[in-house]
């Protein structure tokens, strides 16, 4: 058996000395006897970025959007052509009965306009917001000085309606002309723009997964408790993508809970979750607990887990600079406020 290898004491030496030799950490190679070996540190700024996960892109024909384009189309006209045979049907009894049809009939049309423009608003703005998202990885790899500016502006153009970046905004906006790399200038940007976002993103999460915690716990039927668990999960993934500038409709909520589950699937989020799960309630705690308690912490850490997920999909730039929120950290936000309610 081989005995363990002893620390070695501090010493010093001359970088002239010729028995002091620098080698890389994956040089595998054993110098001499006698020999002083030095491994340099990496330059943080020097380390790769990792790299996110990216949905795959789908290419090719859509037969399914062409499927529901047609029926939507045939729907809209087969509601036309009643709509058309009611007014006409209603000038048949009354001139003012006939009017009246048709004011509620154009009423109705102006509405129909109105969502259409703000459900495709919403699709756009979530669009714009994946896309910079993706280009803004891009420059953290490829450096490109001219495109970590066009991101810049965009961000900034999306970032004008909040009233809480106003002064990061400024700051931001005062160093677009300095000579500043394209990475680093993406950096600065998530430092000062992303940072009060998310921390008020980390807010929402554990809030809603205390919530979702304290009322599973107490609620008495299992139908209840797939309703709230998931109003409460749309409700926070609504309210992460009006904070990071999107403006989600029906259809656009519809797309982005389709996001986040593919984010997870791809992720491996749940696979995370569950081992967490596991290692804190494996360690006396769920002892302490009653049984719908437990599944309240559960239900709580899975909404948390989801609340994750759809803070990577709708903010609009990656994490390089700052940390990305830990499942850990909401865990012990959530089980403080457990044993504050026993």
């Given amino acids: 058996m081989s005995e363990r290898a002893k620390p070695r004491r501090p010493q010093t030496f001359r970088l002239d000395d010729p028995d002091v030799v620098v080698v890389d950490a994956e040089n595998t190679a054993r110098p001499g006897r006698g020999t002083i070996q030095i491994t340099p540190e990496a330059d943080p700024s020097q380390l790769p970025v990792p790299v996110e996960a990216v949905l795959p892109v789908r290419r090719g024909f859509r037969w399914g959007a062409l499927f529901w384009g047609s029926v939507a189309g045939l729907v809209l006209l087969g509601l036309g052509l009643g709509v058309t045979h ?60 001219s495109e970590s500016r066009e991101v810049v502006a965009e961000l900034l153009r999306i970032a004008h309606a909040n009233p809480r970046l106003a002064r990061p905004r400024a700051e931001l906006a005062g160093h677009a002309d300095d000579i500043i790399d394209g990475a680093d200038m993406i950096k600065l940007a998530e430092r000062e723009l992303m940072a009060p976002l998310d921390v ?42 009006r904070l990071y500038g999107g403006r989600p409709g029906t259809l656009g909520m519809i797309s982005l809970l389709r996001h986040v589950i593919a984010h997870l699937a791809i992720t491996g989020g749940m696979a995370a979750s569950d081992s967490l799960i596991q290692q804190v309630l494996g360690h006396g705690i769920a002892a302490k607990l009653s049984q719908r308690l437990g599944e309240g912490v559960l239900n709580g850490l ?18 390089a600079a700052l940390p990305r929120p830990a499942l850990a950290d909401l865990a012990k936000d959530l089980l403080r406020k457990q044993e504050e309610n026993e």
């Fill in 86 to 145: 009611l007014i006409e049907d209603l000038f048949a009894r009354s001139e003012a009965l006939g009017y009246v049809g048709a004011g509620l009939a154009a009423a109705a049309a102006i509405a129909l306009a109105a969502v259409i423009g703000r459900e495709t608003y919403g699709l756009v703005r979530l669009a714009t917001i994946e896309k910079l998202h993706q280009r803004a990885a891009a420059v953290l790899l490829s450096d490109d000085r």
């Fill in 200 to 241: 008020e993103a980390r807010r929402l999460v554990s809030v809603a997964a205390q919530r979702v915690s304290v009322v599973t716990a107490v609620s008495p039927r299992a139908l209840i408790d797939v309703l709230f668990v998931f109003v409460a999960s749309l409700r926070m993934i609504r309210q992460l993508a």
């Fill in 302 to 319: 899975l909404t948390a887990r989801l609340g994750l997920a759809a803070i990577d999909v709708t903010r609009p730039m990656p994490f």
